[in-house]
């Protein structure tokens, strides 16, 4: 899956990854490989992405909106 995360200011993240969980209004969710179509807004909250080599990494963001479609996870965060 490819996934980019974007604030008004800079791009954080963009890569391929194998999971990406998320801090959804309702609760945190996760996203993996060949997810249903989804948008949703986003709470304050962090960000975990599992890379394709394995690697975990953490954002932290104040809110936003999320959309996954076609294995492309598109994040706009408010940072």
Do not use: R, W
């Not at 249903?36 to 975990?48: D, M, R």
């Amino acid at each position: 899956m490819h996934l980019e995360i974007v604030t008004p200011e800079k791009s954080l993240y963009s890569g391929e990854v194998e999971l990406v969980q998320l801090p959804g209004k309702n609760g945190s969710f996760e996203i993996l490989k060949n997810h249903a179509p989804i948008v949703s807004s986003l709470e304050k909250g962090t960000i975990k992405i599992k890379s394709v080599g394995g690697e975990e990494i953490f954002f932290e963001i104040n809110g936003g909106v999320a959309e996954c479609k076609k294995n492309v996870i598109s994040v706009l965060a408010d940072n």
